[in-house]
């Protein structure tokens, strides 16, 4: 439940739509389900602006279920992220309007795809080889209500790549810069632009870059001011970072009605 199904429901409430047992029955869910191993955060839409989050990997084929089951009873959007096509297909046989995203490895119900609510993201990458990192931080952005662009490998090797699209950096809100190898591309980014910058590293490059390691101590390191930087292969940390960045999605309430 996010914080327009909560105006709804209170509204029904106070117009007698609804009785006071239904409303309280609907309550009990708050703030989380209780499913024996899985505890799902139903609250955290209301704190956070968008629903926990699902990580696939480790998951067993029950918790799934029980997951999938508990979202086909609630609506708004939610993502399963790191799943594998396998997962997938199980899944969807609970959540029909579930689709799946190969590149980022994403599961998406996007049941609610109203116009952009947040701000204007863009999400660069050094290389192609960034691309699916990239696109789990993109989806995220996009699914929590962002305008997001895509501007791929303009990394520093060919840094008049970069410099040919300086006018689309200058539009965003926030960049997104996901880099492997030596992790430049959010520094210089920074440099160049006046809006917050998130680093994003990935695991891309040879031994000494240490599976991510070496691009993540290069973007904590970054003397341009400005940049905060996620972990290796974060890209649902730092699409979801970028979202809460451009602000939080407003809603109108019933004491809202007929403002201009």
């Known amino acids: 439940m996010d914080e327009r199904e909560l105006r709804l429901l209170v509204e029904k409430l106070v117009n007698r739509e609804i009785s006071v047992e239904s409303f309280v029955d609907s309550m009990k869910s708050l703030p989380f389900r209780d499913m024996g191993e899985v505890k799902f955060d139903t609250h955290r839409a209301l704190r956070r602006g968008f629903p926990e989050i699902v990580y696939c990997p480790g998951k067993k084929e029950e918790q799934l279920d029980s997951i999938a089951y ?27 309007d579930l689709e799946y995203l190969e590149i980022p490895r994403l599961g998406r119900l996007w049941r609610d795809r109203a116009s952009p609510r947040r701000g204007k993201i863009l999400v660069l990458t050094g290389g192609s080889s960034d691309v699916p990192v990239a696109e789990e931080a993109a989806v995220t952005a996009e699914t929590m209500g962002c305008t997001v662009n895509r501007l791929f490998d303009v990394g520093i090797a060919g840094l008049h790549r970069l410099l040919a699209r300086f ?29 917050p910058v998130i680093g994003l590293p990935t695991s891309v490059g040879y031994g000494a870059a240490l599976a991510g390691f070496g691009p993540l101590l290069t973007m904590l390191n970054s003397c341009s001011l400005g940049v905060t930087v996620v972990n290796v292969d974060n890209g649902i940390g730092a699409g979801y970072a970028a979202a809460v960045m451009t602000g939080r999605q407003k809603t109108e309430g019933p004491e809202e009605k007929g403002k201009p």
Do not use: H, W
């Open 70 to 96: 508990m979202l086909s009873e609630m609506s708004g959007n939610a993502l399963f992220s790191r799943m594998t096509e396998k997962q997938y297909a199980r899944v969807a046989k609970i959540l029909p």
């Open 167 to 195: 006018g689309e950096l200058r539009k965003a809100e926030v960049i997104i810069a996901v880099a492997g190898m030596d992790g430049a591309l959010p520094g210089v980014v920074a440099g160049m632009t006046d809006c």
